[in-house]
């Protein structure tokens, strides 16, 4: 059984004032989804004070991103062993915003990716295609390619703890989510690419779904077969829709 994670992925958003407010939002609803895991990802600045505020509460947090180097002259970026620091049990690698406004090739992706684990890190490794690129029919060729480049690094036995989160860019931030029958769609695709090389892990992966994800649609998108939860940017920002969201997948 593959437990259902709800991940929020804040982005750059929220001031010390706001998120004490939002964390305990969260944490007072928290032991009614306690089916499903919790899980924030501050901005790198925030991770300290969400560590003091979350510590022996059962929702675990992450950063947004990770430099693919361990330490160095690489100035403005933030190394793996440093969120080991700040309790950190994920961090997202190869966010569509990464992606498309940072320069983060597949490569750079799975190196990042790589960086995670080898500090211990569960890596959450973002996927999805453009509208263009679905609309051209290419959705499975870009999103096989941007697993590959994983697969080819880190081999499939790096998955055993890792999750891969499916988010059409198209989606996200939009309001438009995908329908529920297409994200299932591409959620199988993917565990199906896994299963190839190992069946039996690719059954015990976790796929979530990302974009425009809220307690409105939540329910249908978290009953899908291969759907084991969600990544959620704007309703996250609001405890009440984050835990609508958490209730859906229990
Ligand atoms: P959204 O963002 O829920 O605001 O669409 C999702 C994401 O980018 O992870």
Redesign the pocket.
């Known amino acids: 059984m593959r437990r259902k994670l709800v991940a929020g992925?804040w982005?750059m958003n929220g001031s010390a004032g706001s998120i004490r407010e939002l964390l305990q939002g969260i944490l007072a609803g928290a032991s009614e989804v306690s089916a499903v895991e919790l899980a924030v990802f501050p901005p790198f600045v925030y991770l300290d004070r969400v560590a003091q505020q979350l510590e022996g509460s059962s929702i675990v947090w992450g950063a947004q991103n990770l430099s693919e180097h361990a330490s160095g002259a690489y100035t403005g970026e933030v190394a793996g062993p440093m969120l080991n620091d700040f309790g950190c049990a994920y961090v997202l690698v190869g966010?569509?915003?990464r992606r498309t406004l940072y320069g983060e090739s597949d490569q750079i992706v799975a190196r990042k990716f790589a960086a995670a684990r080898k500090v211990g890190l569960k890596p959450v490794l973002c996927v999805g295609e453009t509208l263009e690129e679905r609309e051209q029919g290419i959705t499975e060729a870009v999103v096989g390619r941007q697993l590959q480049a994983v697969l080819d690094l880190e081999g499939i036995s790096s998955f055993a703890d890792a999750v891969i989160?499916y988010?059409p860019v198209w989606?996200?931030?939009?309001g438009r989510t995908a329908t529920s029958a297409q994200a299932q769609e591409v959620h199988a695709f993917i565990r199906a690419q896994l299963a190839a090389q190992d069946p039996v892990l690719a059954s015990q992966v976790r796929i979530l779904y990302?974009?425009?994800?809220k307690g409105s649609n939540a329910g249908e998108l978290l009953a899908m077969a291969d759907i084991d939860g969600g990544?959620?940017?704007?309703?996250s920002l609001d405890a009440k829709e984050f835990l609508a969201i958490a209730k859906a997948g229990c």
């Open positions: 992925n982005k966010h569509s915003e989160a988010e989606a996200i931030g939009t990302g974009g425009s994800v990544l959620v940017g704007g309703a």
